[in-house]
């Protein structure tokens, strides 16, 4: 059974974001507001409905796979800083897995979560496998040989507190300290009220 999991105990994936500004102030609305990306409220707003996924591996180590807006929504909207046990399923991987490319089960960006970071977006470069298998030809090696257009080197940003600074960039000129004081605010903060009704998570 899952337990809460402090969100500064994950590790993020990717670089950041390709949700656009107004899809992450809703989240953050949803969020502040008491919400919980629990599988019902996610069937509310997308038709692909999934938990936030965490990959744990051999060492322990737990990564988030998918889900990285909305955890970086509750690290800074939740006062808590938990995410609930009905937000999240865990995966189990070894690095070796994630090292090797393995299109017939839809994985075509190999990397090593300990040493790189996934880019926000690398649509185009998933496109173009898709491409390659329909034309039924093997993309492995082009995979590969191409690393550079979807993965980067992890560095010290690539943390919750930096990517939380990334959140909402525009309309969130606040420290740290003023970001917890604002996750407690009711009502939210004026600029957040003009967020649409649907939270498209």
């Known amino acids: 059974m899952n337990e809460p999991l402090e969100i500064t105990e994950l590790i993020p994936t990717q670089n950041g974001f390709r949700m656009d ?8 609305r949803f969020v502040n507001e008491g919400g ?7 069937r509310l707003h997308t038709k ?3 938990l936030i996924a965490l990959a744990e591996f051999e060492d322990g180590k737990r990564y988030i796979r998918d889900g990285l807006h909305r955890a970086t929504a509750i690290y800074v909207a939740r006062d808590s800083g938990l995410l609930y046990p009905e937000e999240y399923f865990v995966e189990h991987y070894t690095y070796e897995r994630w090292l090797s490319a393995h299109p017939e089960n839809g994985w075509y960006t190999p990397f090593d979560p300990r ?3 996934r880019l926000a977006n ?3 470069f998933k496109d173009e496998v898709l491409a390659m298998i329909a034309q039924g030809l093997d993309p492995c090696d082009f995979i590969l040989h191409n690393r550079h257009r979807y993965s980067i080197p992890r560095t010290e ?5 930096s990517l939380a600074s990334q959140f909402l960039p525009i309309e969130w000129p606040f420290t740290f300290e ?5 996750a407690k605010n009711n009502p939210p903060p004026s600029w957040v009220c003009d967020l649409p009704e649907e939270c498209p998570f």
């Open 157 to 161: 940003d690539h943390t919750f507190e």
């Open 21 to 28: 500004l107004s899809a992450r102030k809703a989240m953050y």
């Open 115 to 117: 040493t790189e970071v």
């Open 178 to 182: 003023e970001m917890a004081a604002i």
């Open 48 to 50: 692909h409905p999934g």
């Open 122 to 124: 690398f649509f185009d």
């Open 36 to 42: 919980v990306f629990s599988l019902d409220q996610i």
